[in-house]
């Protein structure tokens, strides 16, 4: 979707409010948003790329007036609802319907393990479209849904630069449409291509792109 | 659940019925989550502990030491940062697959997630608020320099930028030129000298 969480280029921000060695958490309310968000039960088709959907999906004015916390309470509500778990009355209220189911599967604190994960990446039959050193030009998803090619990077052509095997494709994943591992790939891109004559002519700037966004140049 | 979602704040005014405050925001929906059997609070703060004590630049700062002492497993974090950092058992969440890039006379590289704030947790911990600051994802991409001067670090016209967008789930670990002053240095002195910045590419040793 063309959001506002898509701001790449974007001009007019002014300078950006770097703090060297500058901690992740400014207010105290902040890590305990940081851990729901981790711990909270949530439906088996509720990944991270839906999760990252949910916060493209906080209305603009909303996500540009709130902080980076502020967004990701809203979209741990709105993933919360959609899934049904939780109704809007009852998050207005802060108490649940006294109808309302009570579970008793949340996640144990014994569960938590910064170091487990699961890969994105597999193994498919497909064979790469495109090798390292390829020549490419980038699509122009025309579409609400979600998807991780960003506007600065669309209908430009660049170069392959790495190879990464299939990942997971969050175009469908984000949509509960399957994983559907499809092969991905580093592009590298002039500045004077994607910024202009302005910029370096020696600079590059790299994007990941899966292999539906390409085709060969 | 498929196709394309509606905006369940769309159609709503039920933002404005949140309370204003977000530390009150975030303490009601907390207590509702548990109210209703969602959410455990112990598991919250595992989650905050963990992810404060157990992850974090430390692990990265580790992975760049070795990389200046050793020139074997220099060649192989350049070659699968993947791989040699599962060696050292620091893959985990946010930092499945990785790549590493070396700063050197001739090349600057820095990190950004334009679309979001994707970021190796557990090499870096949790990022910093700058880097997931709106001017920092719309404007690195587009003036690296600039920002990297506003940074306090000054480039030749000659030093090639490179900028990296996160845009899938590869992570990218930027290998700090190592300071002459370094030399001879133990591991662990080493390990102390590599700030969570300079593994951005925000920051020079």
Known sequence: MDGIHDMGGMHGFGPVPYVANDTPYHEDWEPRVFGMSSAVTKPTWAGLDYSRHALERVPPDVYLSSSYYERWLYALIMRQVEAGQLTMAEVASGRAQPSSSVRDDAMAPEAVDPYRFSPFRQAVDARPRFAVGDRVVTGDPQTTRHTRLPRYARNKHGEVHLHHGAHVLPDSNAHGEGECHTHLYTVKFTAHTLWGAESSPIDHTYVDIWECHLERA | ?205
């Open chain 2, 1 to 205: 659940m498929s196709g394309d979602l509606p905006n369940p704040f769309d159609e709503h005014d039920e933002l404005a019925h949140l309370p204003s405050d977000p530390a009150l925001r975030a303490k009601t929906l907390e207590s509702l989550l548990v109210e209703k059997g969602l959410l455990k609070q112990k598991t919250v703060d595992a989650v905050i502990e963990r992810f404060e004590n157990d992850v974090g630049p430390h692990n990265g700062a580790r992975v760049v030491a070795r990389a200046w002492l050793d020139p074997d497993f220099r060649a192989r974090l350049l070659e699968n940062a993947t791989a040699a950092v599962a060696e050292m058992g620091l893959l985990g969440l946010q930092t499945t697959d990785i790549v590493a890039l070396e700063n050197t006379e001739s090349v600057h590289n820095i990190v950004v997630c334009t679309l979001c704030s994707c970021y190796p947790w557990t090499l870096l911990g949790l990022p910093p608020a700058w880097y997931k600051s709106y001017p920092y994802r719309a404007r690195v991409v587009r003036e690296p320099r600039a920002v990297l001067a506003e940074f306090g670090v000054t480039l030749d016209a000659s030093t090639e930028v490179r900028v990296w967008d996160s845009t899938a789930e590869v992570r990218y670990l930027v290998i700090p030129q190592r300071p002459a002053q370094a030399e001879g240095l133990s591991e662990e002195a080493l390990v102390a000298l590599v700030s969570r910045d300079s593994m951005i590419g925000a920051a020079k040793l």
